[in-house]
């Protein structure tokens, strides 16, 4: 069979095509993101393990589900993050910075789980001494880990079929290529095909398929947006430079949560979980300070104390400024109107400033009473009682409305010691908890005078 290939120019965006060139993508609206890409007209995929496959009609009463159980990690933290640990015939891509520790905790996991099943490491980055070299660095079970130095996708799916892994890996597709595709690799067709067919082997040898992806500068998944929605699931591995601390949390989840965080330490023994996130999240300081308050946001399936910082300042400017840093910044725009209106403190000719200590990023509305009562601080110059945690979303009216789980958020502020705690009213408990005092507040005005 004759191929026949045209080029055209896909965004690497939205993977939008294009006959010619363009500075703007009219689909997405991003602007120098299109590249030269090559189209098979006339497309010979591999087909060596669909030769077998005889794809038929069923109704849905009659598909039996797959009854077998999760396949755990061995890796409490990267556990949680999948719901529960790896699905069989799931996909699942793995992002992050260039250093971050995707290859780490990819290897700590394969050498957990090559102790109780087949598993096939492909690396098309490093070579085989380099793994072995990391491995025994890291004191990790090295017997029954299989390596296969191999970058061509056609290669990787025969000897997947002589072999027949139950979890393959892949680190990483931007170094794979296919032939049916007369492009470099790391393209945006190269990783787009080879990941099509790297997903539906996967999908029918029922392998669990782990995918490495590099990130971009501004932080997304290199290639084309259609990468994210071939797979199943989408982490991303975060973590500051000058910060031992990692974490890494799913944007997509077909078979769990996509709010779950798993945070893990780097040290010289590799990854190690973090047994009390909350710690790293609030700092210890020596004397109280003005503009701190203590939140409990909620993670998923868990709790996670939090220290929100806020600085206003005199503004020289027209426009004074509103920087967040962990929290979205429309959202600080509102609760400043309303802090003016319903409590009569201005904030228009100052500069604002969040930050959300430790780098997680909050989208709860749990944070709303906490960041006023920061901010409150800041301009008095005077510190929140110490001990005292706050949660509790703000309505443009200026009321306090309730947030989920609100009795386990009051335990976990319990379990690390506070003695205070201001929630809205219709989360106060029925029973006093002689632990704890309970401030419940139903208006802004209220939740202002707690704090005078």
Not at 125 to 142: D, K, N, V
């Amino acid at each position: 069979m004759s191929t026949k290939t045209k080029f055209v120019y896909t965004c690497q965006k939205c993977g939008a095509e294009y006959p010619k060139w363009a500075g703007h993508c009219a689909d997405c609206g991003a602007w120098n993101s299109l590249v030269e890409d090559v189209v098979v007209k006339s497309n010979p995929r591999f087909s060596g393990y669909l030769a077998t496959t005889t794809e038929t009609v069923s109704l849905l009463a009659e598909v039996t589900s797959d009854t077998k159980s999760r396949i755990p990690t061995s890796i409490e933290e990267l556990d949680r993050v999948l719901g529960g640990g790896l699905v069989v015939g799931s996909a699942v891509l793995i992002g992050g910075d260039p250093g971050i520790g995707k290859s780490t905790l990819l290897l700590q996991a394969l050498c957990n789980l090559s102790q109780h099943h087949k598993v096939l490491y492909i690396t098309g980055e490093e070579s085989l001494q380099q793994i072995a070299m990391r491995a025994r660095r890291l004191e990790l079970p090295e017997d029954k880990l299989f390596l296969l130095a191999e970058t061509q996708v056609e290669k990787i799916i025969n000897i997947a079929i002589q072999e027949q892994p139950e979890i393959i890996a892949i680190d990483s597709m931007q170094t794979m290529y296919t032939e049916i595709i007369p492009s470099a690799p790391g393209g945006v067709g190269q990783i787009r095909e080879c990941t099509a067919q790297l997903v539906r082997y996967a999908k029918q040898s029922k392998a669990a398929l782990f995918i490495v992806g590099h990130v971009t500068k501004e932080g997304t998944l290199a290639g084309p947006k259609v990468l994210e929605h071939m797979v199943d699931c989408v982490l991303y591995f975060e973590g500051e430079q000058d910060s031992r601390f990692r974490v890494i949390r799913a944007t997509k989840n077909r078979f769990g949560a996509v709010n779950e965080l798993g945070i893990f330490a780097m040290t010289d023994r590799g990854l190690k979980e973090v047994s009390n996130p909350s710690a790293i999240f609030l700092a210890n300081h020596d004397v109280p300070i003005s503009g701190s308050a203590i939140m409990v946001t909620w993670e998923g399936s868990r709790p996670l104390l939090v220290e929100v910082q806020a600085l206003v300042d005199d503004s020289h400017l027209t426009n004074p400024r509103r920087v967040t840093v962990g929290l979205d910044p429309n959202r600080l725009s509102i609760l400043l109107a309303v802090l003016h209106r319903h409590g009569g403190i201005p904030t228009y000719n100052q500069d604002v400033f969040i930050n959300v200590v430790g780098g997680v990023r909050i989208t709860e509305t749990a944070i709303d009473l906490a960041l006023l009562l920061a901010i409150l601080s800041s301009i008095r110059n005077r510190p929140l009682e110490q001990g005292l945690v706050v949660f509790g979303e703000v309505g443009l009216a200026g009321e306090i409305r309730p947030v989920q789980s609100g009795q386990e958020r009051i335990r976990a502020a319990i379990k690390h010691g506070f003695k205070k705690v201001i929630i809205p009213k219709a989360n106060a408990p029925k029973k006093p908890i002689p632990e704890i005092e309970i401030i419940a507040v139903k208006n802004l005005t209220e939740a202002l005078q707690a704090v005078r």
